[in-house]
DNA sequence: GTCATAAGTTGATATATATCATATGGAAAA
DNA sequence: TTTTCCATATGATATATATCAACTTATGAC
C-alpha cells in the first residue's frame, strides 16, 4: 500500500530534486516527502512567492522558467537573475531568514514542487550528507549568481545584452534560434540600463547582421562575434 | 595534558569562530582543531587568497579588514564587499568549488585563523547541527553581499558613494570619525565607476557639508541627508 | 635626502546613456 | 466592435559619467 503511494505520488522521471537531493535519505524519509509533496502550476507572469512571504514551504522548480527579482515602489524592477530547473535558485536564502527576501515570478509556464519546510530543515538537523549536498548546492548556485552580477556590472550597454542574449542561447535554451520569454523591458530591468536603449540596441545587433529578429523570435547569426562583445562591450 | 594544549591553543577570547561555529563540536573535536590550528597575519594590501587558489585550508578572519574582489588582467579590479570578522565572507564559495573564485586581500592588519579544509568538511559531513549552522550563516552572508551588489547597482554615482561611507560608519568602524582603508581607486572599483568621478564627489560631499575630509579622515556630518542619497541617489 | 612612483586633484572634453516626445501595432477589456 | 493599454519603436535632446591631460602631493626605495 506504501510502496503504492510512493509509486503514484514521486513518479516524477525529470524529477533532479529527487535524483540529485534525496540520494542521502532513507526510504521512510522519501515516502515522508512524497506523501506530503504538492505540485503547483503557475501561468506566465504569476508570482511564485513575494518578498516578505514567510517561509512554509521547500520549493523546487520542476519545469518552466523565472526570474527573481527586487520589486520596490518608488524604483524600477530589478532583475537579479533568470533561471531554470537544476539552477536552483529556489532554495536562494532559504536558510538566510524567515521570509523571502526577493521576489520569485514564472516568466513561462512552471510547475514547482512543495515540500513543507520544517521537514526539510529537520533533514538538514538530522542527517549530515544530506546537508552538505544542499549547501554545495546552494553555494554553487549562489556563487554563479554572484559572478553573472558581477560581469553585468562591469559591461556597458551592448556587452550587457549581447550577455543576457546568449545566456538564453548557450545556457537557458540551447539553441541558437529560441522566443525572447521577456519583454524589452524586462531585458533592460535585467541588464541595468533603459527599455529604449535595449530595443536600440537590438536593432543595431540586426543590423550589423548578428542576430535576426521578429517580434519575439531571436536567432543568433554571428554567435563568435556576439560572444566577443559580451566580454569586452 | 590535553587540557594543558586546549589552554595554549585555543585561548582565543574574541574568536566568534569559537563562541558561534564550534558550539556544535564535541570537547575532542574542538580539541582537535585547537592542535592543528594556525594564525596567520597579512599586512596592508597582502592578498590573503587569490583566485584560482586550492582551497586547502579553511579560514576564518578574526582581526582587521579585507577586500573580496575580482581580479583580470585586461580589465580593471572589481570589488565585491569588503567584509569583517563576523561577516563570514571568507566562506563564500569555500562549499561551490577546489579553487576559489575571488581573491581576497587584506585592507588593514589582519589576523586569519587557518584549519585543515578536510576536517571541516569531515565535521560538516558527520555533524548535522554543525552543517546546518554553517550553512544558515553562509546563505545569510552571501545575501547580504547580493542584496548589497543590487543596491550599488541601481544607484547613480553619489548615491553609491554616500552607500559606500555610510557602510564604513555604520557597518565597519560603527563611528561617524573614521580613516578611510582604501584609495580612492578602490572606493571606485566597488562602485564600478571611474576613480576621478570619485574624488569629484566626495569634493562635493564637502562643499555640502556633508562630509569632512582630510586626506584618509573622513567625518560624516549630515547623516540623514547622505542616508537619503544613499536610497535614492 | 632625492628620486621615483603612486595617490589625489581639477578642468576640459568626449561619450554613453537616460529622458522626453511621439507614433504604431497588437492584445486584452469593455 | 471599440476602447484602452502596453510593448515596441525611433528621433531629439539632456544628463551622467568616462576619458584625457596636466598638475600637486604623498609615500616608499635607494
Same mark, same amino acid.
Not at 522519501?30 to 506530503?36: Q, R
Not at 526539510?120 to 544542499?134: E, M, P, Q, Y
Not at 553573472?148 to 542574449?165: C, F, N, P, V
Given at each position: ?52 512571504? @514567510? ?70 538537523? @538530522? ?107
Amino acid at each position: 500500500m506504501e510502496k503504492e503511494v510512493l509509486t503514484l505520488n514521486c513518479q516524477c522521471e525529470n524529477c533532479q530534486l529527487r535524483a540529485l537531493f534525496f540520494a542521502h535519505l532513507q526510504q521512510d524519509e522519501m515516502l515522508d516527502i512524497c506523501n506530503i509533496r504538492k505540485e503547483k502550476s503557475f501561468e506566465s507572469n504569476e508570482d511564485i512567492v513575494r518578498r516578505g512571504d @514567510k517561509f512554509r514551504e521547500f520549493f523546487y522548480l520542476k519545469e518552466g522558467l523565472v526570474k527573481l527579482h527586487i520589486v520596490k515602489s518608488g524604483s524600477e524592477d530589478q532583475i537579479i537573475t533568470i533561471a531554470k530547473p537544476l539552477d536552483f535558485i529556489s532554495i536562494l536564502s532559504i536558510f538566510s531568514s524567515d521570509h523571502y527576501q526577493y521576489t520569485v515570478t514564472a516568466l513561462l509556464p512552471s510547475v514547482v514542487c512543495n515540500v513543507d519546510m520544517s521537514l526539510i530543515k529537520s533533514f538538514a538537523t @538530522k542527517n549530515a550528507a544530506f546537508g552538505f549536498d544542499l549547501m554545495t548546492r546552494l553555494s554553487k548556485s549562489t556563487d554563479i549568481v554572484l559572478l553573472e552580477t558581477m560581469d553585468l556590472k562591469r559591461l556597458q550597454l551592448k556587452g550587457k545584452l549581447a550577455y543576457i542574449l546568449l545566456k538564453f542561447a548557450n545556457h537557458i535554451f540551447k539553441s541558437e534560434r529560441f522566443d525572447l520569454p521577456v519583454t524589452r523591458k524586462e531585458i533592460a530591468e535585467y541588464a541595468g540600463v533603459s527599455t529604449e536603449n535595449i530595443i536600440r540596441a537590438l536593432a543595431e545587433f540586426r543590423k550589423d547582421q548578428l542576430i535576426r529578429i521578429s517580434g519575439k523570435e531571436i536567432e543568433i547569426l554571428n554567435k563568435n562575434r556576439l560572444t566577443q562583445i559580451s566580454k569586452f562591450g
